[in-house]
């Protein structure tokens, strides 16, 4: 005999079963959670038991009743291991659910059909209809959406609060990973919950969503961790991905490591290859669904809350209002067919009871750990081969700063395989001794150092196209205002300043050593800088070996500035220096002025280039001419003239767009060499000073682009 009764929450209402043991005791409502008082006296016993749950949970803190005389055989508890009658539910010392008394609930009997779905079209047209029972439950839905949003700020919040302490050491940043990952996977753990009980009570034909699951941090990582194996085992290996739905369906009715049984779903699969297939086709369909409401909620929203955005301070307010129920009607909605979806498999095991009859009694996990472990390897493999270059290149461009329109350039960070490009000769090893006072393999004094020598590298290359020559000292940098005195120091703790290489000229070796950090490594690598304008990481010895090798190389090069072939000779009698030093005085003023009028060109390039954007902005194109940015009062005439009287107008290429070809010459002054160079503006706005064969040739090419 079993006692039959109706739950007492008035919310839930559902019919259950409990042994005749449980009378007058309190026990948990498997639907709804309630604790109540199973009835002494049991009402009548309804005509059919189908799809009726027994009570397991009893209440704790209450004995269980003695056996009955025929039932005095003992077995051996499966949580404690001490002995307990062979017929009772729970073990009186422990509590545990004895699986033979109280298992997952039956399927429906072989070949039945669900309440309520006769007439209806049979199975795809039920889960076509899944769509009325997420929309009549949106409120539940839209509380567990509250829910889970609370729960996941509460444990952002908290994460944040250690992660403040955590990022000071050097393994912080991982150990910030790892516990990002179990935040996710504990938010996903709440509403996969109730995901499951959704497929649960698809499988009983209930038409009420489950209520909203409780707070608790050891419910939610089991859930989470129960839909991490499902993710290992069903999506990220890809070629089990058609057998997702079987395994959730698994999960949901058994709730334990037979949910990843492959064998088990691939068998599913094969009985029933038709109505998995019609399964499939409604959830595509949903999800198809889905993306055109989000769609149009989104625009039609964001229109409202940017227009309200531009009214003014409090439209302002009421538009950033706008664009938070915007976001929560989003997960709202998601949640919702995500909600029709799980109902969907749901129905799968009520139409297919065969399928669940065919799960196995008893959970193996061994056999699911190797299903896990294979599902990992796999899914690694996959994930390297979908995203692991995009991966490698994001790391790669992070570290590789810009500095605007510097054309300084980084060889990988990884140390270079192979013989470098200059070996210096065997016979003359001579090596600069190196003395680097720490040593760190921190990976962010790695990216700062690197970032502070390329700083350093594309200002002396500034400071030498506009000086005409290198920087004495790091000192003449700071003095002209390109760096600060921190970006010449090492990042390590107990590191010092770089180490410049003086008295070389501009257009020397490339392989020559100009800077580097001399007082730090990492990860025994050091950072340096070659004339080439690269920074490069090399290992401490064949630094040292450039190094020397750089010295020699300046030990033999004549004065900077003076080519080997016009080396200074005295030819006749010697020249009466006072006599040409009135000529020398008149020839660094015109040198001074000359350099003058080349920074005034260069300005108003710059300025031709601003209107230039101006001019593109209002009319979709750049001008027909340089007369048409004067006509629109963009621009006054002498700006586009040079500097010098006898110059004239600048020259103005026609014909171009600013998103092709951003190197090729736009406007430049043509008729005037300042100091050995000319000035000109490129397509993509910078100002370029370049030798006078060199700009005609840059010129000649733009105009064979755009096919002048």
Not at 228 to 242: E, H, K, M, N, Q
Not at 525 to 545: G, I
Not at 547 to 560: K, V, Y
Not at 638 to 667: K, W
Request: charged share 20%.
């Amino acid at each position: 005999m079993s006692i039959h009764f109706q739950c007492g929450n008035p919310a839930c209402g559902s019919k259950v079963v409990a042994p005749d043991a449980a009378a007058g005791r309190n026990a948990r409502c498997p639907f709804c959670g309630a604790i109540q008082q199973v009835p002494v006296a049991a009402p009548p016993e309804p005509e059919s038991e189908a799809g009726m749950y027994d009570l397991a949970d009893l209440a704790e803190g209450e004995a269980a009743p003695p056996p009955a005389p025929e039932a005095r055989r003992q077995i051996p508890c499966g949580e404690c291991g001490r002995p307990m009658p062979a017929d009772a539910s729970v073990c009186p010392a422990c509590g545990w659910v004895n699986p033979s008394k109280f298992g997952p609930p039956p399927p429906p009997a072989r070949g039945s059909v669900p309440a309520g779905a006769a007439g209806q079209g049979g199975f795809g047209a039920e889960c076509l209809s899944a769509v009325a029972y997420g929309f009549s439950n949106t409120a539940s839905i839209f509380w567990l959406v509250l829910y889970g949003i609370a729960v996941s700020f509460l444990l952002r919040l908290g994460l944040n609060f250690f992660g403040s302490f955590l990022l000071m050491s050097p393994l912080g940043l991982s150990v910030f990973i790892l516990m990002d990952i179990a935040l996710a996977i504990l938010v996903g753990g709440y509403y996969l919950r109730f995901y499951l009980d959704v497929i649960i009570g698809s499988l009983e034909g209930a038409d009420q969503a489950p209520n909203v699951p409780a707070f608790d941090l050891g419910e939610m990582a089991g859930a989470g961790a129960k839909g991490l194996g499902i993710v290992l085992v069903y999506v990220l290996p890809v070629i089990t991905l058609p057998l997702l739905p079987l395994g959730l369906l698994a999960l949901g009715y058994a709730n334990d490591t037979r949910a990843y049984d492959v064998r088990w779903a691939l068998r599913s699969a094969l009985k029933r290859p038709g109505r998995l297939a019609v399964l499939w086709v409604v959830l595509l369909l949903w999800f198809v669904v889905e993306t055109a409401v989000t769609i149009g909620i989104v625009l039609s929203l964001s229109a409202l809350g940017g227009m309200l955005m531009l009214s003014g301070c409090s439209g302002m307010l009421l538009g950033l209002l706008v664009f938070l129920a915007l976001w929560l009607i989003v997960v709202t909605v998601g949640a919702v067919f995500s909600t029709v979806q799980f109902r969907c498999i749901g129905m799968l095991g009520r139409y297919c009871p065969e399928l669940l009859d065919d799960l196995p009694d008893t959970e193996d996990r061994g056999t699911a750990g190797a299903f896990i472990g294979g599902g990992t390897v796999v899914s690694a493999i996959v994930l390297y081969l979908l995203i692991g270059s995009f991966v490698i290149d994001v790391f790669r461009e992070m570290s590789r700063p810009d500095f605007g329109d510097s054309d300084v350039e980084v060889t990988p960070l990884p140390r270079p395989l192979g013989r470098p490009r200059f070996s210096p000769p065997r016979a003359e090893p001579d090596r600069v001794r190196l003395s680097p006072r720490v040593n760190t393999g921190h990976p962010a004094h790695r990216i700062e150092c690197l970032s502070k020598m390329l700083k350093v590298t594309g200002m002396i290359r500034k400071y030498a196209e506009a000086r005409g020559g290198l920087p004495r000292s790091l000192d003449d940098l700071v003095t002209a205002g390109l760096v600060e005195p921190d970006d010449l120091v090492s990042p390590v703790p107990g590191g010092g300043r770089f180490t410049y290489v003086p008295g070389q000229r501009v257009g020397g070796e490339a392989e020559n050593i100009l800077a580097y950090d001399g007082t730090a490594t990492y990860d025994g690598a050091m950072f340096a800088a070659r004339l080439s304008w690269t920074v490069e990481q090399m290992p401490r010895d064949r630094l040292a070996r450039a190094l020397g090798a750089t010295r020699r190389r300046i030990a033999a090069a004549p004065a900077p500035g003076v080519p080997p072939e016009e080396e200074p000779r005295v030819v006749g009698r010697p020249i009466d220096t006072d006599a040409i030093a009135p000529l020398q005085y008149v020839s660094s003023v015109l040198h001074a002025r000359r350099l003058a009028q080349r920074t005034a060109a260069m300005s108003r390039l710059r300025t031709v280039g601003t209107a230039m954007r101006m001019y593109e902005a209002m009319y979709g194109g750049l001008p027909p001419s340089l007369d048409a940015l004067v006509n629109e009062g963009m621009l006054a005439r002498e700006a586009i003239r040079s500097p010098i009287p006898e110059g004239g107008e600048f020259t103005y290429i026609r014909g171009q767009r600013s998103d092709r070809h951003g190197s090729n010459i736009l406007v430049y002054d043509g008729k005037v060499v300042y100091v050995d160079k000319c000035v000109a503006l490129r397509v993509d706005g910078t100002v370029v000073e370049l030798p006078p064969e060199t700009l005609n040739a840059a010129v000649g090419e733009t105009h064979r682009r755009i096919g002048h």
